[in-house]
């Protein structure tokens, strides 16, 4: 009876140290969940607060740009698509030489433009004496474009339409808005305006007279030019030298 007795309480402590061994590791356990649970909840909030300064920083950094920084960035956004703007922008950052500063000769290659700017050669055809009909004045703006276009001297364009329509533009150059002379089957071409008629003679010059590979080309000096554009005239060169030296005078 004794026996049994031991046996018995033997048996209860056994099953209340397991109880207690079970009672410990499931309340670890719920620690460790918990643990593992807040630190999650910790990073969750760490990032959201993290996404939440980024944003406000965003903000403040696009809402606090200097009134200089925008105004610079919103042209850009607006001519961005026109060549026009682009040509613009690259006249303001580029150096030009004064007008003082041209140099021309009869050797000259006439391919070189003279480096100053429109402005510059506005005022240099305002105040060409010799322009009695006003007409390089009034399209000086055409023919400067047209010149940095096709890669022509100014001088020598104005020389040569001076050289062969005459200062005053004679009346058939004029109508025909034909001012180098250009024919057809013997005839002047006749063009719809003075602009047509000024690109026609660039992109000839440019195309045919000066460019290596050209149909007439021959070298980029006057002496060149004149073998083909006026092959009969031993005097050519120096008309048309001559009006250019009227230009800068």
């Not at 607060?49 to 607006?78: D, F, M, Y």
């Not at 433009?113 to 305002?126: A, C, H, P, R, V």
């Not at 063009?191 to 980029?220: C, V």
Request: hydrophobic letters at 30%.
């Amino acid at each position: 009876m004794k026996n049994n007795s031991k046996s018995g309480l033997k048996i209860s402590e056994i099953i209340a140290t397991l109880s207690i061994f079970f009672i410990i590791a499931t309340s670890t356990q719920l620690f460790i969940t918990n643990k593992d649970n807040k630190q999650t909840e910790n990073q969750t909030s760490i990032q959201e607060v993290n996404i939440e300064e980024k944003e406000v920083n965003r903000k403040i950094a696009t809402t606090s740009r200097s009134g200089n920084h925008r105004e610079s960035a919103k042209p850009i956004i607006e001519t961005n698509n026109t060549s026009e703007a682009i040509v613009e922008k690259a006249e303001e950052s580029k150096e030009y030489k004064s007008i003082e500063e041209i140099r021309i000769s009869k050797n000259m290659d006439l391919t070189i433009t003279t480096g100053i700017s429109k402005e510059d050669f506005k005022n240099l055809m305002k105040g060409l004496k010799c322009d009695t009909s006003g007409f390089f004045y009034k399209n000086s703006d055409t023919i400067y474009d047209l010149c940095q276009k096709y890669e022509l001297n100014e001088i020598f364009f104005c020389g040569l339409i001076a050289g062969e329509s005459g200062w005053n533009i004679s009346a058939n150059h004029r109508n025909k808005c034909n001012y180098i002379s250009m024919m057809s089957k013997g005839k002047l071409i006749r063009y719809a305006t003075p602009e047509e008629g000024l690109e026609a003679a660039a992109k000839l010059l440019h195309n045919k007279y000066l460019s290596e590979g050209g149909a007439y080309y021959s070298g980029k000096t006057l002496a060149n030019v004149q073998k083909i554009f006026c092959p009969n005239s031993s005097t050519w060169v120096n008309l048309i030298y001559g009006c250019m030296k009227q230009v800068i005078k």
